[in-house]
């Protein structure tokens, strides 16, 4: 039967089986960056991470309203049924949730409220067996599904958002092993929780710069430090079951004491941030060296470079999976991103404008940076469509579908097909942000509202346009040799140029 199929009906089954085994494996999902605003390009605080997921996992744009004076809610988990009681009052967010978060939950892994914090979670990690079994999952408390959401609506600074975060652990547990990031204008926090109620989070240095893969990498640990905040058990616990481990300076060594050693997968990912933003002290890679987790870049570091950083497959380098031949490779940019964010906090504006994310709604490799902010009273039209069934059945009114089939077909040949759709997206982005970013700056919630509107609207009739384009390009190169019997009739194999490059122009 395979041999009677078409050529686009055997891709079509190979794209869905790849699909189908991709859904059914360990993800180690995800990859976190952070610039600290002493190194920044702009003076800006920023977090990004890539949400790497199965392919059919979509994203929406949300905005939360405030809420003032209305008692008796409760914030509840989608994906886990715990609950927690809600303030009276909460405050405006925006948030990047799962389209199908009536059936796998909420997911909000990029956030940033009215106040000017702003979340990203999480970066999955991995502890060790020991670990877990002295203090267990628990599975229907609260995770990276529900959490984000709870502390956007909650709390004013990153300070106050771990506090928060502490109390619900303590009194519901947490549901896996979890890395959050939190900013405001004043600090950065990086907080890795390891068991069902066990965490530690330090104050990220402002100098300092950070790439990290799906391994814990918190080292020497001082409860008593300003710049600290912990679990009432994360000594007393792993001293207990007798798995603590001490380091040079008797304090407990994180790392040794709740995580698996580092493997290739997110050994890579460090080393490779190392040899982009601070190529003197990468040197050779191994997976036994373990670099530091903070470190100062050699040259001040740009939001667009951390965007393109996202997109990163190591081209350039020797690693590159394409031009090496190595398929092994973990990259940073991988073709199951459902989204990827970059947020900034600007300290030189009001608190309700001061956070702005750019954020694709596919891999971003072959999708757009789209801007939110907090400010914002209003999405284009579709971007907010939920559906429980959006990784089964395609939904044209939702964006996300029509930005990660784009990116899907863009993949099947990085060289022909790719490489001017991700050069389109580029353009478009470029302009995107020198337009936003001036508007935040001088204008008010209903200019940057319009503004953003805009953008969304015109990336989601560019995606539409772009697929319609490169589809009939695909049917133009899709010749079998022996159909042909003379081979000067054969397409010519030109890379895709896409004809909205004319417009543009």
Request: hydrophobic letters at 40%; proline letters at 6%.
């Amino acid at each position: 039967m395979m041999n009677g199929m078409t050529r686009g009906m055997r891709l079509s089954l190979v794209v869905a089986m790849t699909a189908a085994g991709l859904a059914a494996v360990d993800a180690k999902a995800c990859s976190g960056l952070y610039v600290g605003r002493a190194v920044s390009a702009d003076g800006l605080t920023l977090l990004a991470r890539t949400v790497d997921s199965v392919p059919a996992t979509c994203k929406r744009f949300e905005i939360l309203p405030a809420v003032t004076n209305r008692t008796g809610r409760h914030y509840s988990s989608t994906d886990t049924g715990a609950e927690w009681p809600l303030p009276p009052s909460t405050y405006k967010a925006v948030t990047v949730p799962s389209v199908a978060w009536e059936k796998y939950g909420r997911y909000e892994g990029a956030c940033a409220n009215e106040k000017g914090l702003m979340i990203t979670g999480t970066v999955t990690g991995y502890p060790n067996a020991a670990a877990t079994n002295a203090d267990p999952y628990v599975e229907a408390g609260f995770g990276e599904g529900s959490l984000p959401g709870l502390l956007i609506s909650c709390s004013a600074t990153a300070r106050e958002a771990i506090e928060l975060f502490g109390k619900v652990v303590a009194a519901r547990g947490h549901a896996g092993g979890e890395i959050y990031m939190f900013a405001d204008k004043d600090e950065a926090w990086y907080l890795e929780v390891y068991t069902g109620h066990q965490w530690a989070a330090v104050r990220m240095p402002e100098d300092c710069v950070m790439v990290i893969g799906n391994r814990f990498m918190l080292r020497e640990f001082d409860p008593a430090s300003p710049d600290a905040l912990c679990s009432e058990g994360l000594v007393k616990v792993p001293e207990r079951g007798g798995f603590l481990k001490r380091g040079e300076r008797g304090l407990i060594d994180l790392a040794k004491t709740y995580a698996l050693e580092l493997d290739d997968d997110a050994a890579m990912r460090v080393w490779m941030g190392h040899r982009r933003f601070a190529p003197a002290t990468a040197g050779k890679y191994t997976r036994e060296r373990v670099l530091p987790l903070f470190y100062r870049p050699e040259r001040k570091v740009s939001l667009r470079e951390i965007q393109e950083t996202m997109r990163w497959r190591y081209e350039g380098t020797e690693m590159c999976p394409e031009t090496s031949g190595n398929r092994n490779v973990r990259t940073i940019g991988v073709g199951r991103q459902s989204t990827c964010h970059v947020m900034s906090v600007d300290p030189t504006l009001p608190p309700d404008r001061r956070c702005t994310l750019w954020v694709t709604l596919s891999n971003a490799e072959h999708a757009p940076y789209l801007p939110l902010n907090a400010a914002m009273t209003a999405l284009a039209s579709g971007y907010d469509v939920s559906d429980p069934h959006a990784r089964e059945v395609f939904n044209a009114s939702i964006p996300a579908m029509h930005f990660r089939r784009l990116a899907a077909l863009a993949e099947l040949d990085r060289g022909l097909f790719g490489t001017n759709v991700r050069g389109f997206w580029r353009t478009r982005e470029d302009a995107w942000m020198r337009e936003f970013a001036q508007v935040v700056r001088n204008g008010d919630a209903t200019a940057i509202t319009a503004c953003a509107v805009q953008i969304q609207r015109t990336a989601l009739e560019d995606a539409k346009r772009l697929f319609d384009e490169l589809s009939w390009y695909v049917v133009k190169m899709n010749f079998i040799p022996g159909d042909y019997c003379d081979p000067k009739f054969l397409p010519k194999r030109d890379p895709f140029v896409p004809g909205l490059n004319r417009q543009m122009r």
